[in-house]
């Protein structure tokens, strides 16, 4: 079993050019290791694209509604975290103690996934949620000032052009959301948009549900839909991370706004116009398209 290690927020390094916690770096070996089961479910994303949203839908259909079965544990702690070697717990030990069927959690972009999430005769179910840049940037950056597990974000003008350079926590997201994009088309891979899901949270909750090969009807549906919207999941102490000891929500909330369109509060004129000339340039090979307001 591994030992968790509380590093300096500060401490970084990098596997393949990609920035990672150093806890993460240091164990990377075992996490390339690590062995899926056909039977996983596996939610990624980019940090802060709708992850905790995404597990907790997953986790209302898989226990057809039932919320104190959904209440049992705060989400960290029902979905482990791959690549997580911070307290309280390592991921890898946590996702190999579990009974299956296991739901697992990671943010490593496609090129780092362990090798046996693609073998053949893995059938893992993964779903990807990707949101646009200009508010990810945003919500990346308060939640960078809020959890003492990650680096100080610094000032919010450095922060934006490390997001935009690639060299913020998980690499480039251009590269992230790109790639779990084009490996949709080989692997069965249900990618969703954060931007969908607000504007037709029914409708996509449906696509969760019929991906994971589930039929519930009208009813807890609509249940669903009402414990998985943004004031009630603030309000659920398992939803909210007021249980994880490395978040200050004093700073921000987890829960922080969850709506389209935050970044205009945070943009200036030239940030925007820097953002869209990058955005073009680096997803010009791409059918990937996002939405950046309601
Ligand atoms: P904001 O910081 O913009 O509010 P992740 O789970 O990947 O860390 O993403 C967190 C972001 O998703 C936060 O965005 C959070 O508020 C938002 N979020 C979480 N649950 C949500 C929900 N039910 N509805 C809308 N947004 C949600």
Known sequence: ELKWKLMNREEVSQVRGVVLQKSTCEYWNKIWDFQAKPDDVLISSYPKAGTTWLQEIVDMIQNDGDIEKTRRAPTDIRMPFLERINPPYVGLDKANEMPSPRVLKTHLPVQLLPPSFWKENCKVSIIYVARNIKDNIVSFFHFQRMNKGL????????????????????????????????????????????????????????KVMEFLGKNLDEKVLDKIVYYTSFNVMK??????????????????????KG???????????AQNERCNEDYREKMDDTTLSFSMEY
């Open 151 to 206: 680096p100080d974000p610094g000032s919010w003008e450095e922060y934006f052009e490390t997001f935009l350079e690639g060299k913020g926590l998980w690499g480039s997201w251009y590269d992230h959301v790109k790639g779990w994009w084009e490996a949709k088309d080989i692997y069965p891979i249900l990618y969703l948009f954060y931007e969908d899901i607000k504007k037709h949270p029914r409708r996509e909750i449906e």
């Open 259 to 269: 709506v389209i369109g935050d970044w205009k509060n945070y943009f200036t004129v």
């Open 235 to 256: 309000n659920n102490p398992m939803s909210n991370y007021t249980l994880s000891s490395l978040m200050n929500q004093s700073v921000s909330p987890f829960m922080r």
